[in-house]
C-alpha cells in the first residue's frame, strides 16, 4: 500500500542556509501536517494544510512556511537555519471528506544543522 | 488549546509481565485518542486508536480503555515482549485536527 513519502531523509545544512523539505501524502488524502521532533522530545505540532488551504498552525518559527500544491504534495521551506532547528520532521497525511481516516506518518527528514 | 499529560516517563517490566501507560487530557471536546509506537529515529507508528464513543478496545495483547468523565486513557500490554520495548506516545486531538502529543514513555522490556 501506497505511504506518505519524505525527501529527503537526511539534510545536512549550514546555519543561516535554506532547506526544503517535501511530503507527498497517501492518494487520495486531502490532508497534510507537518511536526517537528527535537532529540528525546514529543513530535510538535508546526502546520496543516486541508485541500491546499492552510487548516491550522502551531509552533511554526516565521523563518518556516509552507504550502500544498495542487498534486495534494506540501513543502516546508525553512530559511535562515539555525543550530535548534536540527530535528526529525515528519509529515503526516489523513482523509477528512467524507469520512475521517486517521493519521499515517511518512518516514520522516532528519535536518541537521551545523 | 488541549494538554496531554502522560506517565510514567521510562518503565522497566520483564518479559511476560503487563506494562500500563496513563495519559490525561485537558479538552473536553477531544475526541479521538490514538497511541503511537517509536524506535529510534523512525516514524511514529499507530499501535491502537479509541474514539470518545467508546470506553475500550483491544487488539491482541493491546488495549485502550478510555474514560470521559475523568479525562484520562490508558494503555495495557500484555505478556510483553523485547520487541516492544521502545517509546510510546499517546495523543488527542478533536477530529481531523492537529494531535497534541504526550511526552513519551520509554517502555524496556528485559527477556
Known amino acids: 500500500a501506497a505511504g506518505v513519502i519524505q525527501s529527503p531523509r537526511h539534510l545536512i545544512k549550514e546555519k543561516r542556509e535554506t532547506a526544503t523539505l517535501k511530503c507527498y501524502p497517501i492518494?487520495?488524502?486531502?490532508?497534510v501536517y507537518w511536526y517537528q521532533q527535537g532529540p528525546g522530545q514529543d513530535p510538535q505540532f508546526l502546520i496543516s494544510?486541508?485541500?491546499?488551504?492552510?487548516?491550522d498552525k502551531g509552533s511554526i518559527p516565521d523563518r518556516f512556511s509552507a504550502q500544498q500544491f495542487s498534486d495534494y504534495h506540501s513543502e516546508l521551506n525553512m530559511s535562515s537555519l539555525e543550530l535548534g532547528d536540527s530535528a526529525l520532521y515528519f509529515c503526516?497525511?489523513?482523509?477528512?471528506?467524507?469520512?475521517?481516516?486517521?493519521?499515517?506518518f511518512g518516514s520522516g527528514t532528519r535536518l541537521t544543522v551545523v | 488549546g488541549e494538554n496531554v499529560e502522560q506517565h510514567p516517563s521510562t518503565l522497566s517490566v520483564q518479559e511476560g509481565d503487563s506494562a500500563v501507560i496513563k495519559c490525561t487530557y485537558s479538552d473536553s471536546a477531544s475526541n479521538y485518542f490514538p497511541w503511537y509506537k517509536q524506535e529510534l529515529g523512525k516514524r511514529p507508528q499507530l499501535i491502537i486508536d479509541?474514539?470518545?464513543?467508546?470506553g475500550e478496545k483491544k487488539d491482541q495483547r493491546i488495549a485502550v480503555t478510555l474514560n470521559k468523565t475523568a479525562k484520562h486513557f490508558s494503555l495495557h500490554i500484555t505478556e510483553t515482549q523485547p520487541e516492544d520495548s521502545a517509546v510510546y506516545f499517546c495523543a488527542a486531538s478533536k477530529g481531523f485536527q492537529k494531535l497534541v502529543f504526550g511526552t513519551g514513555t520509554r517502555l524496556l522490556v528485559s527477556p
Open positions: 479509541i474514539r470518545s464513543n467508546v
Open positions: 503526516a497525511s489523513s482523509f477528512i471528506t467524507p469520512g475521517w481516516e486517521g493519521y499515517t
Open positions: 492518494p487520495r488524502h486531502d490532508t
Open positions: 494544510f486541508y485541500e491546499k488551504m492552510q487548516s
